[in-house]
């Protein structure tokens, strides 16, 4: 089953065209990749899936449905969870409380209510939540440590556990490993392929191309807003048309 489709999506702003007829899968219990030059309108396919701006035309599908008419927040429940390229997390919190807020958090948008009240149930499910998700992020001995004493590496997995407390089936992941050095990036890509091995799909953007190489199942190129290629790091590896849109002498001779 696809995780999730963009069909023929096109994004405007004004007379630029930033996203043209995009149309790419990413495949259940994977990690698909989607790569291109600064300003190929990778952020921006990312807005238009996670339903932060609406394309001026195509459909976007999640786990079989159709969510084109759907806003962030009800994405959310259908199952799409993200991550941003700028870090935002609660410096003043404790990592087990940042944590926590990806699944409090849709708990209390199903109902005003719940934003002024609670139930044991709902707190032993955000406490199991929270655990299952520090120790697959293998964080669980910062659990009571501020957010903002952690070093970007720390807090890019605080930001991981969270997207993953949240129960989110679909993960966009944008730019995670930016600001880790080679053994942080090294160690993130093994916890991706846990999750996705835990049975959960994730479409990526990401420029380290050792990273992307060495974790992704398959990859979608953008250059310019178009669609020009797809296929194994090993067939992107080979194609001439990405090295000549993208990849140059980016890719090491490890990956």
Same mark, same amino acid.
Not at 60 to 72: K, N
Not at 109 to 119: E, I, Y
Not at 223 to 252: K, M
């Given at each position: 089953?696809?995780?999730?489709?963009?069909?023929?999506?096109?994004?405007?702003?004004?007379?630029?065209?930033?996203?043209?007829?995009?149309?790419?899968?990413?495949?259940?219990?994977?990690?698909?990749?989607?790569?291109?030059?600064?300003?190929?309108?990778?952020?921006?396919?990312?807005?238009?899936?996670?339903?932060?701006?609406?394309? !001026?035309?195509? =459909?976007?599908?999640? +786990?079989?449905?159709?969510?084109?008419? *759907?806003?962030?927040? %009800? &994405? @959310?429940?259908? /199952?799409?969870?993200?991550?941003?390229?700028?870090?935002?997390?609660?410096?003043?919190?404790?990592?087990?409380?940042?944590?926590?807020?990806?699944?409090?958090?849709?708990?209390?948008?199903?109902?005003?209510?719940?934003?002024?009240?609670?139930?044991?149930?709902?707190?032993?499910?955000?406490?199991?939540?929270?655990?299952?998700?520090?120790?697959?992020?293998?964080?669980?001995?910062? !659990?009571?440590? =501020?957010?903002?004493? +952690?070093?970007?590496?720390?807090?890019? *997995?605080?930001?991981? %556990? &969270? @997207?993953?407390? /949240?129960?989110?089936?679909?993960?966009?992941?944008?730019?995670?490993?930016?600001?880790?050095?080679?053994?942080?990036?090294?160690?993130?890509?093994?916890?991706?392929?846990?999750?996705?091995?835990?049975?959960?799909?994730?479409?990526?953007?990401?420029?380290?191309?050792?990273?992307?190489?060495?974790?992704?199942?398959?990859?979608?190129?953008?250059?310019?807003?178009?669609?020009?290629?797809?296929?194994?790091?090993?067939?992107?590896?080979?194609?001439?048309?990405?090295?000549?849109?993208?990849?140059?002498?980016?890719?090491?001779?490890?990956?």
């Amino acid at each position: 089953m696809t995780a999730l489709e963009l069909e023929q999506v096109t994004v405007r702003f004004g007379s630029v065209v930033a996203v043209d007829a995009l149309s790419l899968s990413a495949a259940e219990g994977q990690i698909t990749a989607l790569i291109g030059p600064n300003g190929a309108g990778k952020t921006t396919t990312f807005n238009a899936c996670s339903g932060l701006l609406r394309p !001026a035309s195509g =459909r976007v599908t999640l +786990l079989g449905e159709d969510v084109s008419d *759907l806003g962030p927040a %009800a &994405r @959310a429940r259908k /199952g799409l969870g993200r991550t941003f390229q700028r870090l935002e997390l609660f410096d003043s919190m404790t990592v087990d409380e940042n944590v926590g807020l990806g699944l409090e958090s849709g708990l209390a948008g199903q109902s005003w209510l719940r934003c002024l009240t609670g139930n044991r149930k709902e707190a032993v499910r955000v406490a199991e939540a929270v655990e299952e998700s520090l120790h697959t992020c293998d964080i669980t001995d910062l !659990a009571g440590r =501020r957010a903002g004493e +952690l070093s970007t590496g720390q807090r890019r *997995l605080v930001e991981l %556990a &969270r @997207a993953l407390a /949240g129960g989110f089936p679909v993960l966009l992941l944008d730019e995670p490993s930016s600001g880790l050095d080679h053994e942080e990036t090294t160690r993130f890509g093994q916890i991706l392929r846990s999750v996705v091995t835990g049975g959960r799909s994730i479409l990526l953007v990401e420029h380290d191309m050792d990273l992307v190489l060495s974790v992704c199942d398959y990859l979608h190129v953008l250059d310019f807003g178009v669609h020009v290629f797809e296929g194994t790091p090993a067939e992107v590896q080979a194609s001439p048309v990405v090295r000549a849109a993208y990849l140059g002498e980016e890719v090491s001779e490890s990956a």
